[in-house]
């Protein structure tokens, strides 16, 4: 099966600018999740769509957003770049959300490089 | 809130040889999963073992197991025979068990495999 493809590879954007990251999950796979990998950091929970609803999000500002499409697919919107916004952004899908998913654990994306100069 | 832990930013193994990531995470939950995900140059994200926390045994897969200490909530994953497509970065991961969208990641081991 295709993994979660995510695009583009890299990006690049000059602060106070608009980046839109796009995510394409498993098929089958209904949930969606974006999560952001700074420089040293783990990666941090950004936000959670399913059935094309935000489920939950994490300690991010409201800049960030997104929205996931009839089918799974998903968009994740940053407004108002700043510097430290310059990171990898992962893609994740899994069939199951909810209580149950321990045998359906995250299938992740290859990411995009967000670079804010 | 749950953290997860790790100690080592980077480690090496000489190939063949055993080699032993460490991970500890701090919850106030009993029922919860742990996963250790692998993330090689080509970036991509992938699960190489996962535990749950209400069952004793071990978990292995093949030349990976894990070292799990739930009162000690430490979770440390094993190498063994190690080849150089092992090298990548390594994180732990914690969720609870009802929870599925909030995966706390660890900030990764870089793990280098000598020849």
């Known amino acids: 099966e295709a993994g979660v493809t995510q695009s583009p590879t890299h990006l690049i954007k000059t602060r106070g600018q608009q980046a839109t990251l796009r995510c394409s999950p498993i098929?089958?796979?209904?949930?969606v999740y974006w999560y952001q990998q700074a420089l040293g950091l783990g990666l941090q929970f950004l936000l959670w769509?399913?059935?094309?609803?935000?489920?939950n999000r994490g300690n991010f500002p409201p800049r960030f957003s997104g929205r996931q499409f009839p089918n799974y697919s998903s968009e994740l919107n940053v407004n108002a770049l700043e510097l430290e916004d310059s990171a990898l952004y992962l893609c994740?899908?899994?069939?199951?959300?909810?209580?149950?998913?321990?045998?359906?654990?995250?299938?992740f994306g290859n990411g995009t490089r967000l670079t804010v100069t | 809130a749950q953290t997860v832990t790790q100690s080592q930013p980077e480690m090496s193994v000489q190939e063949a040889e055993t080699v032993t990531l460490s991970c500890t995470y701090d919850t106030s939950e009993s029922d919860y999963y742990l996963f250790w995900y692998k993330q090689p140059p080509s970036r991509q994200m992938i699960l190489v073992i996962r535990?749950?926390?209400?069952?004793?045994q071990n978990a292995t897969e093949n030349r990976f197991s894990v070292n799990f200490q739930k009162a000690a909530k430490s979770f440390s994953l094993k190498i063994s025979d190690s080849q150089l497509g092992d090298a990548a970065m390594y994180f732990c991961?914690?969720?609870?068990?009802?929870?599925?969208?909030?995966?706390?990641f660890g900030a990764g081991t870089r793990l280098t495999v000598k020849p």
């Open positions: 991961a914690y969720r609870r068990r009802d929870n599925n969208n909030d995966m706390r």
């Open positions: 994740a899908s899994s069939r199951i959300p909810g209580q149950y998913s321990y045998n359906s654990p995250l299938h």
């Open positions: 535990q749950e926390a209400y069952k004793q």
């Open positions: 769509y399913d059935e094309g609803e935000e489920r």
């Open positions: 098929s089958g796979h209904t949930s």
